[in-house]
Protein backbone atom coordinates (compact mmCIF):
# COMPACT_ATOMS: atom_id res chain seq x y z
CA UNK A 1 0.00 0.00 0.00
CA UNK A 2 1.54 3.22 -0.72
CA UNK A 3 0.28 6.81 -0.98
CA UNK A 4 1.82 9.87 -2.18
CA UNK A 5 1.10 13.46 -1.92
CA UNK A 6 1.86 16.42 -4.08
CA UNK A 7 1.05 19.96 -4.48
CA UNK A 8 1.80 21.51 -1.72
CA UNK A 9 3.21 24.86 -1.75
CA UNK A 10 3.62 28.39 -0.48
CA UNK A 11 0.45 31.07 -1.04
CA UNK A 12 -0.74 34.21 0.34
CA UNK A 13 -4.09 34.46 2.26
CA UNK A 14 -7.35 34.82 0.37
CA UNK A 15 -5.53 32.01 -2.06
CA UNK A 16 -5.70 28.36 -3.21
CA UNK A 17 -4.13 24.97 -3.72
CA UNK A 18 -4.62 21.93 -4.56
CA UNK A 19 -3.21 18.84 -3.37
CA UNK A 20 -3.38 15.03 -4.55
CA UNK A 21 -3.55 11.82 -2.94
CA UNK A 22 -2.14 8.81 -5.77
CA UNK A 23 -2.72 5.25 -3.90
CA UNK A 24 -1.88 2.16 -4.87
CA UNK A 25 -1.72 -1.66 -3.26
CA UNK A 26 -5.21 -2.01 -2.78
CA UNK A 27 -8.49 -1.45 -3.75
CA UNK A 28 -9.26 1.68 -4.45
CA UNK A 29 -13.45 1.44 -4.14
CA UNK A 30 -12.90 -0.54 -1.13
CA UNK A 31 -11.57 1.99 1.80
CA UNK A 32 -12.14 5.36 2.64
CA UNK A 33 -9.10 7.86 2.28
CA UNK A 34 -8.63 11.02 4.23
CA UNK A 35 -6.43 14.46 4.45
CA UNK A 36 -5.02 15.38 8.09
CA UNK A 37 -2.61 18.20 8.85
CA UNK A 38 0.02 18.88 11.73
CA UNK A 39 1.38 22.31 11.97
CA UNK A 40 4.71 22.94 14.38
CA UNK A 41 4.09 22.30 18.11
CA UNK A 42 0.36 21.19 17.26
CA UNK A 43 -1.59 17.51 17.44
CA UNK A 44 -2.13 16.12 14.20
CA UNK A 45 -5.93 16.65 13.18
CA UNK A 46 -8.44 15.26 10.63
CA UNK A 47 -9.09 17.83 7.75
CA UNK A 48 -11.44 15.75 5.48
CA UNK A 49 -12.44 11.83 4.78
CA UNK A 50 -13.82 10.53 1.71
CA UNK A 51 -15.47 6.83 1.35
CA UNK A 52 -14.28 6.26 -1.83
CA UNK A 53 -16.99 3.43 -2.36
CA UNK A 54 -20.23 5.75 -1.73
CA UNK A 55 -18.54 9.13 -2.18
CA UNK A 56 -19.71 10.19 1.37
CA UNK A 57 -17.31 12.98 3.00
CA UNK A 58 -16.90 14.43 6.50
CA UNK A 59 -14.91 17.85 7.12
CA UNK A 60 -13.28 19.67 10.02
CA UNK A 61 -15.36 22.61 11.33
CA UNK A 62 -12.84 24.83 10.12
CA UNK A 63 -12.21 24.08 6.87
CA UNK A 64 -16.52 23.55 5.69
CA UNK A 65 -16.81 25.54 3.10
CA UNK A 66 -13.44 26.33 1.65
CA UNK A 67 -12.42 22.99 1.04
CA UNK A 68 -13.47 20.07 -0.96
CA UNK A 69 -12.14 16.96 -1.20
CA UNK A 70 -12.47 14.61 -4.07
CA UNK A 71 -11.80 11.22 -5.75
CA UNK A 72 -11.02 9.94 -9.11
CA UNK A 73 -11.58 6.40 -9.76
CA UNK A 74 -9.71 5.74 -12.57
CA UNK A 75 -6.45 7.43 -11.38
CA UNK A 76 -7.28 6.30 -8.08
CA UNK A 77 -6.39 9.33 -6.39
CA UNK A 78 -7.83 11.36 -3.66
CA UNK A 79 -7.74 15.28 -3.96
CA UNK A 80 -8.23 18.31 -1.97
CA UNK A 81 -9.11 21.48 -3.26
CA UNK A 82 -8.19 24.50 -0.81
CA UNK A 83 -9.81 27.98 -1.09
CA UNK A 84 -9.97 31.39 1.04
CA UNK A 85 -6.64 30.20 3.04
CA UNK A 86 -5.27 31.74 5.74
CA UNK A 87 -2.33 31.81 8.13
CA UNK A 88 -4.44 29.16 10.24
CA UNK A 89 -4.03 26.40 7.44
CA UNK A 90 -0.04 26.28 7.19
CA UNK A 91 0.57 22.59 8.20
CA UNK A 92 2.36 19.57 7.00
CA UNK A 93 -0.84 17.87 4.99
CA UNK A 94 -0.79 14.07 4.85
CA UNK A 95 -3.33 11.46 3.32
CA UNK A 96 -3.91 8.44 4.97
CA UNK A 97 -5.90 4.78 4.18
CA UNK A 98 -8.38 3.87 6.76
CA UNK A 99 -7.52 0.35 8.45
CA UNK A 100 -11.10 -0.78 8.11
CA UNK A 101 -12.45 -1.75 4.72
CA UNK A 102 -16.58 -1.05 3.97
CA UNK A 103 -18.87 2.11 4.45
CA UNK A 104 -16.88 4.00 6.87
CA UNK A 105 -16.02 7.51 6.13
CA UNK A 106 -15.36 8.95 9.83
CA UNK A 107 -12.03 10.95 10.21
CA UNK A 108 -12.17 9.65 13.87
CA UNK A 109 -11.41 5.60 12.44
CA UNK A 110 -8.20 4.18 12.68
CA UNK A 111 -5.95 5.19 9.52
CA UNK A 112 -2.76 2.78 9.24
CA UNK A 113 -1.23 3.79 6.10
CA UNK A 114 0.10 7.78 5.70
CA UNK A 115 2.12 9.61 2.84
CA UNK A 116 5.15 11.42 3.68
CA UNK A 117 3.13 14.95 3.71
CA UNK A 118 3.48 18.16 1.74
CA UNK A 119 3.96 21.47 3.02
CA UNK A 120 1.82 24.23 2.97
CA UNK A 121 2.58 27.59 3.94
CA UNK A 122 0.04 30.82 3.56
CA UNK A 123 1.56 33.92 4.33
CA UNK A 124 -0.05 36.92 6.03
Known amino acids: VQLVESGGGLVQTGGSLRLSCVTSGFRFDDYAVGWFRQAPGKEREAVSC????????TYADSVKGRFTISKNVAKNTVDLEMNSLSPGDTARYYC??????????????????WGQGVQVAVSS
Open 50 to 57: INNFDGNT
Open 96 to 113: ARIRTPGGIVACTEVYDF
